[in-house]
């Protein structure tokens, strides 16, 4: 489907995001989880955007060194 946008050219720009909420987000501050087509929602985040390479195509898999949740590496990714 993405692939297809893209050649469609139905996009600002060729890219997708994801916004990740908890229930506890959702009902403290009315937020929802989204995904958006050809931008980002700059006022989801604060900081630097950071980008990496794609490393397999047909999946948008990327190399991930560790996950971390509240600062704290959860020792996931060899």
Known sequence: MFDNMIQQKLLQDNLF????TSKMDEEMSGLDSELTFGYYDKSKYTGDMVWHPIL?????????DDIKVNGVAMNLCN
């Not at 995001?17 to 990740?20: E, I, M, N």
């Not at 397999?56 to 991930?64: C, D, E, R, S, Y």
Request: no cysteine; hydrophobic share 75%; proline share 0%.
């Open 56 to 64: 397999h195509k047909l999946m948008f898999g990327i190399a991930l």
């Open 17 to 20: 995001a994801f916004f990740l």
